[in-house]
């Protein structure tokens, strides 16, 4: 079946999600669109987040996407909903936080850590509500800039945020739920900072799904070789180089 897998962000954090979607689906075509210029996501508003993604799936359409990933918990929280009613053709897939993954597991002492739109949003209290054990301790810790910083590459201000924001908790929480798919991609320095914690995020589960949606409407792909990646970046080529070493990394 022809046509790509779309997958956007703010930026370089949904090559967390693209990763796990290339290991599950290698047979198809990928156009990941990195939405750099306007990051940090988590600091707008619904109304500017709404206009921007908007801007980015009909750009994806153009380009010939048979189905658009929301690799982005503050836009999948935001704006979601919006665009399946204002795209009723096109097959959605967020991401949010694995808040159910902790209670599935059953971790009592579970940090949520993701953006401030996303650790204050309706989605994410909805979320709490199901899944969350009566004897189990939730932690809601917001990011502030840290995806910004992840994006620029700031290692020693990352690090210093990243102490200031969880020092208090080592040998306190067993889990940690990476609410914004750019700390997927700083795995390595949360772990120094919280080596006792399980680190959970959603790109498994957003893969899968991804997966089902394509049986469900028949349009996975036939190939056998594997699938060409187009990755754009709305700010600069340098970014695109470092998403392809990124990805190679991960």
Same mark, same amino acid.
Request: glycine share 6%; aromatic share 6%.
């Given at each position: 079946?022809?046509?790509?897998?779309?997958? =956007?962000?703010?930026?370089?954090?949904?090559?967390?999600?693209?990763?796990?979607?290339?290991? *599950?689906?290698?047979?198809?075509?990928?156009?990941?669109?990195?939405?750099?210029?306007?990051?940090?996501?988590?600091?707008?508003?619904?109304?500017?987040?709404?206009?921007?993604?908007?801007?980015?799936?009909?750009?994806?359409?153009?380009?010939?996407?048979?189905?658009?990933?929301?690799?982005?918990?503050?836009?999948?929280?935001?704006?979601?909903?919006?665009?399946?009613? #204002?795209?009723?053709?096109?097959?959605?897939?967020?991401?949010?936080?694995?808040?159910?993954?902790?209670?599935?597991?059953? =971790?009592?002492?579970?940090?949520?850590?993701?953006?401030?739109?996303?650790?204050?949003?309706?989605?994410?209290?909805? *979320? *709490?509500?199901?899944?969350?054990?009566?004897?189990?301790?939730?932690?809601?810790?917001?990011?502030?800039?840290?995806?910004?910083?992840?994006?620029?590459? #700031? #290692?020693?201000?990352?690090?210093?945020?990243?102490?200031?924001?969880?020092?208090?908790?080592?040998?306190?929480?067993?889990?940690?739920?990476?609410?914004?798919?750019?700390?997927?991609?700083? #795995?390595?320095?949360?772990?120094?900072?919280?080596?006792?914690?399980?680190?959970?995020?959603?790109?498994?589960?957003?893969?899968?799904?991804?997966?089902?949606?394509?049986?469900?409407?028949?349009?996975?792909?036939?190939?056998?070789?594997?699938?060409?990646?187009?990755?754009?970046?709305?700010?600069?080529?340098?970014?695109?180089?470092?998403?392809?070493?990124?990805?190679?990394?991960?």
């Amino acid at each position: 079946m022809n046509g790509k897998i779309g997958v =956007f962000d703010s930026g370089l954090g949904g090559l967390s999600v693209l990763k796990e979607l290339m290991k *599950l689906l290698p047979g198809e075509d990928y156009l990941f669109y990195e939405d750099s210029i306007h990051n940090p996501y988590g600091i707008k508003t619904e109304e500017e987040l709404l206009e921007i993604t908007s801007n980015i799936v009909d750009y994806l359409l153009e380009n010939g996407c048979k189905i658009i990933v929301i690799a982005c918990n503050t836009a999948t929280t935001c704006c979601m909903k919006s665009l399946r009613e #204002k795209y009723p053709e096109v097959i959605f897939v967020g991401t949010v936080p694995a808040i159910k993954v902790a209670y599935d597991n059953h =971790f009592k002492n579970t940090i949520i850590l993701s953006t401030p739109y996303t650790s204050q949003s309706k989605r994410v209290q909805e *979320l *709490l509500h199901d899944y969350t054990d009566v004897d189990q301790n939730i932690i809601n810790i917001s990011g502030e800039n840290l995806a910004n910083l992840i994006e620029l590459d #700031k #290692k020693d201000e990352i690090n210093e945020l990243l102490h200031r924001l969880l020092d208090s908790y080592v040998d306190v929480a067993d889990s940690m739920v990476l609410g914004c798919t750019h700390y997927s991609l700083i #795995k390595d320095e949360i772990h120094a900072v919280l080596p006792n914690t399980t680190l959970l995020d959603g790109c498994r589960g957003v893969s899968e799904e991804v997966k089902r949606q394509l049986e469900f409407h028949d349009l996975l792909s036939n190939k056998e070789q594997q699938g060409s990646l187009t990755i754009i970046n709305n700010k600069s080529d340098a970014l695109i180089q470092r998403s392809y070493e990124i990805l190679e990394e991960l």
